[in-house]
């Protein structure tokens, strides 16, 4: 081929392309999630530079700090009108800023200063060697009971890593219910989901027990998000875009233009129910529903306790935002395909957990199972499909949250010789020896039953009003009978505790530093005051309902 052939390929190929437009990124709306994932950022470089001794003061500062500012900022923009008014989609469409979204980021912001409280708390454990020492390894990656862990323990070495570890969890979670793409979506799900298996796995006392626990739920959570990616896969052929706008007027039939390389599979039912199916899996494997809830009870039990607790409230939270926005933003017009299946999961769910919760006799695997049947209980409030189920969804997550993060707190002050003392017998007598602990962890188990005067109680009638109205009457009767269920496990810890002789070689509570203390008054408080007088935040999270299309 001649030079000239070749030049007139080169300049006709050249001529065509347009200028690329710069993206448009709204700073200020998606400044909490810059925050955290900034001071994460920090955190990694604290690692590196920052000497051994001062690492872990300086991590719980960066920690605390980021997660206020970034707390602030949501504060800030529900004041200036991004939850109701001026709502809108921003990142270029990846990301939607409304009610629901600043609500649930606010909820996981909480949580997260609560959860790096408890993962600061240095005063549970007897010293080591003059050191003082947290719940989690001296040396992440050295063997189980070898000579590099011993020497580690020795020189007091302290893996501050799970600092940074926890603030890029929670930026992930923070843009998981807001996303507004599936692909944003799936990011999410992946930068929230790593952080969490690693930090399963660095458990300092039972270490072989929280690796496994890490293992089984990377293998599963791997299984989950490739489930959620196939079925992103499938609804992109479906509609020909990822965006959530686009692929609900699909559905709608409302579309215009229509790509004619994907004029073949568009509005294909088959891709839509199947990919729609595999991408809501995906999400009820995070929320814990059965039956994908194998790995539930495993990891509360293996992973640090701080970890379970912070674990338990956020993940629930993050993924119950992403799932109200798939079912009311993207497939509305669906909604005579996924309620029923929905109603099925919620029914199994609810009674599941509350059954086998019965038989449990681990404190951590108790919770878990309890976990499992409070996902059923928010599935009812899903299933209205209404503005009121959103926002008694919303209510109910803020409530459960903090009374989960206190419930674990708590855990992890009852110790014997092996650390925390999980067995419930351990627990028998504990009124008597500490008759404050045990009645804050009473107070929680009241909030999980939804005994009147607690926030569970608030949670429960609004979700279940919701259902009602909803026309998903039934569901609230099971509902009503799950929770009676549930309620003779929660009643049967507290007459443990409090009308049975203590042991004489019982465990002791452990006295925490004020970091868990906070942790466990704001649990507290929140129970009450949503229990008492919810009227304030059901009508913030009323305002909150409405997501943004």
């Known amino acids: 081929m001649s030079a000239a052939a070749v030049h007139s390929l080169w300049t006709t190929a050249a001529e065509p392309i347009a200028k690329i437009d710069a993206p448009k990124i709204e700073y200020a709306q998606l400044s909490p999630t810059l925050i955290v994932i900034g001071a994460a950022l920090v955190g990694v470089l604290i690692e590196a530079f920052v000497p051994r001794k001062s690492r872990y003061y300086a991590q719980v500062f960066v920690s605390v700090v980021a997660l206020a500012a970034a707390f602030a900022a949501v504060v800030a923009m529900a004041a200036g009108g991004y939850g109701t008014t001026k709502a809108h989609i921003a990142a270029m469409g990846a990301i939607a800023v409304d009610g629901p979204s600043l609500f649930l980021q606010g909820t996981i912001l909480l949580a997260g200063i609560l959860g790096v409280f408890t993962f600061a708390e240095r005063r549970l454990d007897p010293e080591a060697h003059g050191n003082r020492v947290d719940s989690f390894a001296a040396q992440a990656a050295s063997v189980p009971g070898s000579d590099s862990e011993k020497a580690a323990v020795k020189a007091g070495f302290t893996t501050t890593e799970v600092f940074p570890l926890l603030l890029f969890a929670i930026g992930g979670m923070l843009v998981f219910p807001s996303a507004n793409d599936l692909l ?34 990377f293998l599963l959570g791997a299984f989950a998000s490739a489930f959620t990616l196939f079925g992103i896969a499938l609804l992109y052929g479906y509609a020909g875009s990822v965006s959530y706008a686009r692929i609900a007027q699909v559905v709608d039939g409302t579309v215009t233009t229509v790509d004619p390389a994907l004029a073949g599979t568009m509005g294909n039912d088959v891709l839509l129910l199947i990919g729609a199916a595999m991408v809501v899996m995906g999400l009820l494997f995070k929320v814990g529903a059965v039956p994908f809830h194998m790995w539930t009870p495993d990891v509360y039990q293996g992973a640090p306790t701080p970890v379970t607790g912070f674990m338990a409230a956020a993940t629930k939270v993050a993924a119950f935002g992403a799932l109200l926005r798939l079912l009311y933003v993207v497939l509305p017009g669906l909604r005579w395909d996924w309620r029923p299946v929905m109603w099925a999961v919620a029914i199994v769910t609810m009674l599941g957990g509350a059954i086998v919760a019965i038989t449990q006799t681990d404190i951590k695997r108790l919770l878990a199972y309890s976990s499992i049947a409070h996902a059923g209980f928010i599935l009812a409030g899903v299933i209205a499909a209404s503005p009121d189920g959103v926002s008694s969804v919303l209510f109910y997550l803020a409530a459960y949250s903090f009374v989960t993060i206190g419930a674990f707190a708590v855990v992890t002050l009852v110790r014997d010789a092996g650390g925390e003392a999980t067995h419930l017998s351990k627990w028998a007598g504990l009124g008597r020896r500490s008759p404050l602990v045990a009645a804050v962890f009473a107070v929680f188990l009241l909030a999980f039953a939804g005994i009147p005067l607690t926030s569970g109680f608030a949670g429960k009638f609004a979700v279940f009003k919701a259902a009602a109205e909803g026309g998903a009457g039934a569901l609230v009767v099971v509902g009503v009978i799950s929770s009676a269920i549930a309620a003779f496990f929660y009643i049967r810890v507290i007459v443990l505790m409090f009308f049975s002789e203590p042991k004489p070689e019982g465990p002791t509570v452990a006295v925490p530093s004020p970091l868990t203390m906070t942790a466990i008054a704001f649990g507290v408080a929140v129970t009450l005051v949503l229990g008492v007088a919810p009227q304030y935040f059901l009508d913030l999270a009323n305002q909150a309902g409405v997501f943004v299309r």
Do not use: D, G, N
């Not at 690693?198 to 072989?208: E, F, G, M, P, Q």
């Open 184 to 217: 944003t979506l799936f990011i999410a799900l992946e930068v929230f989901s790593l952080p969490l298996y690693l930090l399963c796995a660095v458990a300092r006392r039972k270490r072989l027990m929280s690796q496994e626990a890490a293992v089984k739920y």
